[in-house]
């Protein structure tokens, strides 16, 4: 484009003038004078046009530069120009757009509702800023943010439109992705366990006649003994891979990962092939998956059902699937089962120990409460008490949480149970304030049962007023499929309200589940508990010490201390120290104790009597080298 030579300049025709009289005027001394002017005017006009040039040069280069695309149009919104950044958006080349009307190239997503609404504050304010779908060349559409201006000439009439605008697909499916967390397994990718319930009755709903789902759990044989031989980071591959070609072969149905080793597929279907499709799926899997040189052959064990003739309803059929999945186990390794209604009767003793479970809950005798001690790595002194469920049956001896708590929670009795900790927590702490004992604050693990069959709440403020205990002194953990449980509805106002009254609020086995920092932001927490995955293989793994780091920095920056969960040597409680971990608790400083260990620990330190008053928790604690 060039410069065009502004003539409204009055040197400019004063020079034009002189030069015409430098030729006619007879006096030399005028000519010479006039012959002067006529180069200072033309001198002055050369610079006019080497500075617009100039002007000009920039302008083009800056539309260059920017990031963001330019479209110039003319007054009926026909492409004049366009920029680089254009190009490279929309793919689209400078001539293959000139001349073409501006709204060709929006995707056909906008009604003419939105079109007419644009043009109306176009023309009254002269600007419209907002977000719009435009299509590239190569057939995709993408979101972008644009801004339009128009240009007016002296008179006011609109000559051109100027459109500034911005790719934001990457930043849209940010939010996509965050949106996303809770549905999907991070690690596969794949529908994680809530979402597998939300698919299967969607599926269910959507049955045809004629048509029926099948569908497997499938759980992979020791898969525990790979991860521990081969390390985490080859099982987690593993996984993927796994789910990959699990997915591959069931193209069209359903697959998702339940967590740990255990997988999910559905698919829809008219064929009366049960048994076969099944042993399929084992076949194709059972083919070696080729790891870092290690050729893995698995054995997998697989529970079946079919709706409608297993049942109808999606509870219903996890139920029966998970029935068929253990039963299966018990019948050893690399077995395949369907459902049967005889399950429900294999399951007895089971549901003995759920009967026995109930019993106890109402007698109370066989549950008791240990606490791990949690201690401050800056002088090692006590920071506070995990309590511990534990359940000693009369004829099985010391039952482990792991195992009767989703039993709890499967058959309805984890409220009752949470309650029962909650009152015998707050009860203990009690106690221990006559005896003198150090006061600590004590945190009890919450599940996610507990936020949506029981009433949390209530149980939490009767058990603090019936012992005269403050809030702040019993923390609450939750782990992060608790927090994202959706029959749980959105907790965060509820954890919110329960910090409002005192409580402190951690959460539990971080990193195992579907943490991200975004939604971390949103959650109203004190806390972290650093998953003892994490610390096992410390200071040595450095994928491992890098996460650490990164956790112990996002939670400074979130104003969140953590608590090292597993600590089980010296090498380890170290590296924590020096990388800025604030609390520690594991095995190296202490087991879950029993409250008479624990009481005669704090005796024997003989740092409080029976009826003195508590003696500062700082001096108590003493770790085991
Ligand atoms: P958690 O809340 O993450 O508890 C920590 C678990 O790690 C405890 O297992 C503890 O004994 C174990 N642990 C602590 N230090 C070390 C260590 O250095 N090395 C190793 N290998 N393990 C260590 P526990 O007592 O078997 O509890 C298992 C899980 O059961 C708990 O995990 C918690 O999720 C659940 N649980 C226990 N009591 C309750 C309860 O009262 N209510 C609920 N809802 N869940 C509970
Ligand atoms: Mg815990
Ligand atoms: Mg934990």
Redesign the pocket.
């Given at each position: 484009m060039w410069p065009v030579l502004s003539l409204n300049r009055p040197l400019l025709w004063l020079a034009l003038a002189a030069a015409s009289a430098s030729v006619w005027l007879p006096d030399l001394g005028l000519r010479l004078a006039a012959v002067l002017i006529a180069a200072t005017g033309l001198w002055d006009a050369w610079r006019q046009v080497r500075l617009e040039r100039l002007r000009s040069r920039l302008g083009q280069e800056a539309l260059t530069v920017t990031e963001e695309g330019v479209i110039v149009t003319d007054a009926a919104n026909r492409i004049l120009a366009v920029n680089p950044a254009f190009t490279q958006i929309t793919g689209y080349e400078q001539a293959e757009v000139q001349g073409l009307n501006a709204a060709s190239l929006a995707a056909p997503r906008h009604d003419s509702a939105f079109f007419e609404r644009y043009w109306q504050t176009l023309q009254s304010t002269g600007r419209w800023e907002g977000e719009i779908w435009n299509r590239r060349k190569q057939g995709d559409e993408y979101p972008e943010w644009l801004k339009v201006r128009a240009v007016s000439d002296e008179s006011g009439r609109v000559r051109h439109y100027v459109c500034l605008f911005s790719d934001i697909s990457l930043r849209k499916a940010r939010e996509r992705d965050l949106r996303r967390i809770g549905f999907e397994d991070p690690l596969t990718g794949l529908p994680n366990r809530r979402r597998l319930h939300d698919l299967l009755t969607s599926r269910l709903r959507h049955l045809q006649a004629g048509e029926s789902l099948d569908m497997a759990m499938l759980d992979i044989d020791g898969f525990k003994e790979i991860n521990d031989g081969l390390g985490v980071e080859l099982g987690d591959r593993l996984l993927a891979r796994f789910g990959e070609r699990l997915a591959r072969q069931v193209a069209g149905g359903v697959v998702g990962r339940l967590g740990g080793d255990e997988f999910l597929v559905i698919r829809t279907t008219t064929f009366d092939d049960h048994e076969q499709w099944v042993a399929g799926l084992q076949a194709h899997l059972g083919e070696p998956f080729e790891l870092d040189g290690h050729s893995l052959r698995l054995g997998l064990t697989v529970g079946s059902c079919r709706a409608p003739e297993d049942g109808r309803e999606s509870g219903v059929l996890f139920q029966r699937l998970e029935s068929a999945l253990y039963a299966a186990k018990r019948n050893g390794r690399n077995h395949c089962l369907r459902f049967r209604p005889s399950l429900d009767v294999q399951e007895a003793p089971r549901l003995a120990l759920v009967n026995e479970l109930r019993n106890a809950l109402a007698t109370g005798g066989q549950l008791e409460?240990?606490y791990?001690p949690q201690y401050r790595l800056a002088d090692d002194g006590l920071a506070g008490l995990?309590?511990?469920?534990?359940w000693r049956h009369p004829r099985d001896g010391m039952i482990?949480?792991?195992e009767f708590?989703p039993l709890a929670?499967r058959h309805g009795l984890?409220a009752a149970?949470?309650n029962w900790?909650i009152d015998h927590a707050l009860a203990q702490m009690a106690h221990w304030r006559r005896q003198g004992m150090p006061e600590v604050p004590v945190w009890?693990?919450?599940?996610a049962?507990?936020l949506f069959q029981g009433d949390l709440e209530a149980a939490l403020a009767a058990g603090l007023a019936r012992h005269q205990v403050s809030a702040r002194r019993l923390g609450l953990?939750l782990?992060e499929s608790v927090l994202l449980d959706e029959r749980a509805g959105d907790v965060a106002p509820r954890l919110e309200a329960l910090r409002e009254r005192g409580h402190p609020v951690a959460i539990?086995?971080f990193g195992t589940g579907y943490s991200s920092l975004g939604y971390l932001k949103h959650l109203p927490l004190d806390k972290l508990?650093l998953?003892?995955a994490f610390?096992?293989a410390l200071p040595d793994d450095r994928a491992d010490a890098a996460i650490v780091d990164a956790v112990l920095a996002m939670a400074r920056g979130l104003a969140l201390e953590v608590v090292a969960?597993?600590?089980?040597t010296a090498a380890q409680r170290d590296f924590l120290r020096a990388v800025g971990c604030e609390l520690v608790?594991?095995?190296?400083?202490d087991?879950?104790l029993t409250v008479e260990a624990l009481e005669a620990r704090w005796r024997e330190q003989a740092l409080v009597g029976v009826s003195e008053t508590a003696s500062s928790a700082e001096s108590l604690a003493q770790p085991q080298a």
């Open positions: 409460l240990h791990q995990e309590a511990l469920l534990r482990s949480p792991g708590i929670e984890m149970l949470g900790v009890i693990n919450i599940s049962m507990q953990e782990t539990d086995d508990k998953d003892r610390v096992r969960e597993g600590v089980e608790q594991g095995f190296f400083y087991r879950p």
